[in-house]
């Protein structure tokens, strides 16, 4: 393939269409709103169990926590600190009035406050591809994750309007040393973006790096910056029944600053989670909380997203499944759990594929609707994912997009309006039984936005299809990416901003950037 130029700096931001781009009809930019009611596959009766059955977990078993400070905190806070183990167990209505002080809805702003999303209540946001170590394309196949792709994925969080959330590397840089690979990403993030940015909770260096880094970014002052929510981390409990040294370091560190803190369980059902989904929904719901209710008890307000990761494996060959039934029915419980405790929900658009293939978007398409119908305020993974996280395409986060800009069309207010403009009694009237609606007034005011415009699908009849050459859809979203690509322009960054960044990354690194042992 072509290589492609490298660029830093343009007018504006990297969703403009010129050339052979014009063909991509985008949404404009904006956080959906999801009306709908969210399904509860479990009565009230069942909400109390799977509540209950978690304060046990808390009171009686207990959650380890590899922190001391962590610990320390816990012990202040009156839990029953294990002397001999790591070991924490905690009193449920301690754990609830802790939750209690969390918020239920709060707003991140970016460098560019156009770009500022709310999380919680009715809003939706999707974030890229997260944290894969390897990629994908049609042209070169899978191969382990490097730093060009990692700016090409960057490159299309940025263009999609659909994607809200700049999430955890689109994929691992593994040609960067782990020493420094913080400080090149961020960099390129904070650059080549200006929507809100994710920093992994791996260390007190790299977090510190991550925030110093942002707030540079930003113009603002240390006050200013940290005066509202600006950027965020994502951990995950080391199920079962663990939270790991690093990632409690991050989130204490993210909690005092008052950033926010996403705490996902990855619970598999069958592994590191019992073989039934709402034993899987329990182990998941004490995992979280019991972070959650740290960060509270550390600073009150800290704004907190409590994450669903429950899926099964498969059995026969302990292969983690996504997009299951059972996936579907995990994550709207969990939903209805979030909605108990008050918490912003968030879930992932996750499949088990090995392609941008039937089997990727069918199973893309049930992570989907599950977390739309289950109240999702943050959707993980949103375009991009493949092989159970194992994998970043650029193929499936053109098709990914897609199909979200298609929710986001879902759930505009103007499909479901009923006034009398919209009942079009006149308009019937007007045709009457022998006439068609192509050339009504009422059509001709309303017809070029009437209906979603795919920029990828393909609505022609098959000899249309043929005689353009029979493209099929992966085929199709390879010559997209490259267009977007070959036309992106970063969006624009104060120049002596820009310097500021370079001269602390280049500190950073001469410094030796985080400690590693290799």
Not at 264 to 279: K, W
Not at 339 to 367: H, I
Request: glycine share 6%.
């Amino acid at each position: 393939m072509e290589k492609r130029p490298k660029k830093r700096s343009g007018g504006r931001s990297g969703n403009s269409r010129r050339g052979e781009l014009s063909s991509i009809q985008q949404t404009a930019w904006r956080v959906p709103i999801n009306c709908d009611k969210p399904t509860e596959p479990i009565p009230q009766e069942g909400v109390e169990a799977i509540h209950n059955a978690a304060m046990r977990i808390l009171e009686e078993i207990g959650i380890e926590f590899i922190n001391e400070e962590a610990k320390s905190y816990l012990k202040k806070a009156g839990c029953n600190v294990s002397t001999s183990s790591d070991t924490v167990k905690m009193d449920r209505h301690w754990v609830m009035e802790m939750i209690s002080k969390a918020q239920t809805e709060f707003t991140i702003t970016p460098r560019n406050p156009e770009k500022k999303i709310n999380v919680g209540g009715k809003n939706i946001v999707f974030v890229n591809v997260s944290s894969p170590p390897n990629v994908m394309d049609l042209d070169r196949g899978r191969r382990v994750g490097d730093f060009e792709s990692f700016r090409d994925l960057i490159k299309f969080t940025q263009y999609f309007n659909c994607i809200h959330l700049a999430g955890g590397y689109p994929v691992e840089p593994v040609d960067i040393h782990a020493s420094v690979r913080h400080l090149k990403c961020l960099y390129e993030k904070l650059t080549l973006t200006d929507k809100v940015c994710h920093a992994y909770s791996l260390g007190p260096e790299r977090v510190e790096d991550a925030l110093e880094m942002a707030r540079i970014a930003s113009g603002l002052s240390n006050q200013d910056f940290f005066s509202k929510p600006r950027i965020y981390t994502n951990i995950n409990s080391s199920s079962p029944l663990k939270h790991d040294w690093p990632m409690l370091d991050g989130a204490m560190r993210f909690a005092r600053k008052g950033q926010p803190v996403f705490v996902t369980p990855f619970t598999l059902a069958g592994a590191m989670a019992p073989v039934t989904m709402s034993g899987a929904v329990v182990q998941s719901i004490a995992e979280g909380l019991a972070a959650i209710s740290l960060l509270q008890f550390i600073n009150p307000g800290t704004p907190c997203v409590f994450g669903t990761f429950t899926s099964n494996v498969d059995m026969k060959t302990g292969a983690p499944a996504f997009g299951t039934p059972e996936y579907v029915r995990a994550t709207q419980i969990t939903g209805q759990m979030a909605r108990y405790y008050k918490l912003p929900l968030r879930a992932s658009n996750a499949c088990a594929a090995n392609a941008p293939d039937g089997q990727a978007m069918w199973e893309s398409l049930n992570s989907l609707w599950s977390a739309i119908n289950s109240g999702v305020n943050v959707v993980y993974h949103s375009a991009g994912w493949l092989e159970g996280g194992l994998i970043a395409s650029y193929e499936k986060f053109v098709m990914d997009c897609e199909v979200l800009q298609q929710f986001q069309r879902y759930l505009e207010p103007e499909i479901t309006d009923y006034s009398e403009d919209s009942l079009a009694v006149d308009a019937i009237r007007q045709v009457g039984p022998t006439g068609h609606f192509f050339g009504a007034e009422h059509t001709q005011k309303r017809y070029t936005n009437a209906f979603y415009s795919p920029f990828l699908s393909d609505w022609s009849n098959f000899e249309a299809w043929e005689e353009a050459g029979a493209v099929w859809t992966q085929d199709r979203a390879n010559k997209i990416w490259k267009n977007i690509l070959d036309n992106f322009e970063a969006p624009p960054i104060d120049e002596t901003i820009n310097e500021q960044l370079k001269d602390f990354v280049s500190k950073r690194i001469s410094e030796g950037g985080a400690p590693t042992d290799f």
